[in-house]
């Protein structure tokens, strides 16, 4: 990668991680797959999620990866309680809102915001940045020091765009400009957790590193929490300080990111981190081919859902659902769900064929 697309190096600076801000116990979310034509009837269920545990701090950024399918959006809408789930609770700051009706979310709406993965879709053609970025101000009845539009073009001005484009609209921007508007809303409440949904995955690679960088200068001067989902694992190793890895609608590895790409001790999390590419031409690592294709989320394989792409499995595995548990020998918050891990070093895992 050339040096102007080089994500600006850490200055070693790590904020302070807060009290739990975010914590998802058990979260499930299964939609009703229905059939019949006059009388329709459910015939089964997508497990999108199915029994995630997560804390996210106040203050932290914490990434969630895995490869398409795995349920990664669907739980940031759940956060975001754009979702309703089927079972598990939402707990955030102390409060359970699981299940909380418009008039319990509404204080709390303003405090969790989302960046949606695609900058063309998730703004009003209609409207100018000026409406876009000042609606939720209005919405939620909040008359800033000088109004709206003044703190508007700060907010523009914050995220690296000329605040006499307040009057302009989405179609008169690019790609990465308008992400950054879509970063500028979600700002414009002040709020203290994000969930950034794969905020850059639809941008040029010159441009992603620059929204990266801006969410980091961002969280590192208002304190803003992350989630942060993406698959890229170059992003992710950046920008968070913890990382979860997401397979089948569960989570099989929790670590902080030096432990987690040095030392992993799930299969999945070895395959996933051998197709990164590596600019290090002595680099002889073996790429790991995992065999057949990710199974249907209606009907989950019994026991290690990913037994059936694992070069591990054995009989256990197909009888008994690996627990998500530290094991021995691991750094304190090192979580695996498996019953055969590896012993945390990339070159240990052999390739599938």
Known sequence: MSNELTLDKTDGHTPTIGEPLLQLSGLQKHFPVMDGFLFKRQVGAVHAVDGVDLTVHANESVGLVGESGCGKSTLGRLVTRLYEPTAGTITYAGQDISHAGRKQLAPIRSEIQMIFQDPYSSLNPRQTVGAIIGAPMEINGINPPGGIQKKVQELLETVGLNPEHYNRFPHEFSGGQRQRIGVARALSLSPKLIVADEPVSALDVSIQAQVVNLLQQLQKDLGIAFLFIAHDLAIVRHFSQRVAVMYLGKIVEIADRQSLYESPRHPYTHALLSAVPEADPDDDRERIRLVGDVPSPINPPSGCRFR????????????????????????????????????GGLAAAPAAV
């Open 308 to 343: 059936t792409r694992c070069w591990k499995a054995q009989e256990k595995c197909a009888t008994e659902e690996p627990p998500l548990v530290q094991l021995s020998g691991n750094l304190d918050g090192h979580l695996t769900a498996c019953h055969f891990p590896e012993d």
